[in-house]
């Protein structure tokens, strides 16, 4: 965990990087004295690291995706609110110039899970999209996906109740999706993601989570978001898939104050991730999408706009 005068520090050197990347995009970043992770934010390292892919990205037997809500970089990163957080950003690789896609929350999803925002620029919630996607293509390479929904009232449930929005679940737009039910009955409440993380055999290689409007800092402090991640991710990080495979959590925000540019705090901890690591890479949600399809050689979906892959995060 950070010193307070490390929290501010830390915080400026996102700040700097976000800018610096908006005026020359390039390689590279530093490397923090990396903490050594001990308790909830340890990550036991896996037995056999992962081999590399074509691209250059480690290849992952799972992948873990948390998505965070509305506060920007210099929001959470410094925070004193959040030390659980911060731990994890000491622990893992930190994207120091990453940035959302746009506003408002929908667009952002959908860019995370489709490579596009399909000219979708609100929260509407009936506009479904009859488009390729993350999960047709997970299927199609004969791996598996689920996507955990907090505060969801049951498998594949269309509409909000109580502290559970649609508009943070993107895989219910897609049709492919939600008009088959075999499929759609991956889109589970998050109370599912106990049994499921028992073995590595049950966990799906791409596991999603969406936390409920208060646990995402949607509607809650930054302080509720921070408690519910230490309670939450120790579990995800001493599973079978995490101790015994090669995995990778990737933790974001999905958008920010637009007076930052739209920078929001983008973390990686596993195997092969440069611990202690901040990048001044300009990153994005596309780049985000990107790292996973080539962590597992599937083809880009097409309106990614040519973003790469988060590589300088791991270790070659």
């Known amino acids: 965990m950070f010193s307070s005068r490390a929290f501010s520090a830390l915080a400026g050197i996102g700040s700097l990087l976000v800018l610096t990347a908006c005026a020359a995009p390039r390689s590279g970043g530093v490397t923090r004295a990396s903490p050594s992770p001990s308790g909830p934010a340890a990550a036991a390292p896996s037995p056999t690291p992962p081999t590399t892919s074509a691209a250059g990205t480690p290849v992952y037997d799972h992948v873990f995706v948390i998505v965070m809500e509305n506060h920007s970089f210099s929001q959470i990163i410094g925070n004193s609110a959040a030390p659980y957080i911060n731990s994890l950003a000491g622990a893992g690789a930190l994207g120091g110039a990453y940035a959302a896609i746009g506003y408002p929350s929908l667009p952002n999803y959908l860019a995370l899970t ?64 939600r008009l088959n039910a075999d499929r759609c009955a991956q889109v589970v409440p998050y109370t599912s993601l106990a049994a499921d993380l028992a073995s590595a055999a049950t966990t799906p290689n791409l596991a999603w989570i969406t936390p409920d409007g208060c646990h995402d800092m949607h509607d809650c402090t930054v302080a509720a978001g921070d408690a519910w991640l230490a309670a939450q991710v120790p579990a995800l990080l001493a599973s079978p898939a995490f101790t015994t495979r090669r995995s990778l959590l990737l933790l974001v925000w999905d958008e920010g104050d637009p007076a930052s540019g739209n ?15 901040i990048s ?24 990614e706009g040519g973003s790469g892959p988060m590589s300088d995060l791991f270790v070659r």
Not at 129 to 157: E, H, V
Not at 263 to 277: D, E, N
Not at 280 to 303: F, G, K, N, Q, V
Request: glycine share 10%; hydrophobic share 35%.
């Open 114 to 177: 489709g490579g596009s925002t399909f000219g979708i620029s609100s929260d509407c919630t009936n506009c479904w999209i009859a488009a390729p996607n993350l999960a047709d293509s997970i299927d199609g390479s004969g791996r598996t996906w689920k996507a955990y929904m907090d505060g969801m009232p049951s498998p594949c449930f269309i509409g909000s109740a109580g502290s559970y929005t649609q508009k943070h679940d993107p895989f219910v737009y897609y049709n492919s999706i």
């Open 280 to 303: 001044s890479t300009r990153y994005d949600h596309y780049s985000l999408l990107r790292t996973i399809e080539d962590s597992w050689a599937l083809a880009p979906l097409a309106r």
């Open 263 to 277: 920078q929001v705090p983008m973390i990686a901890v596993g195997s092969r991730v440069r611990a202690g690591y």
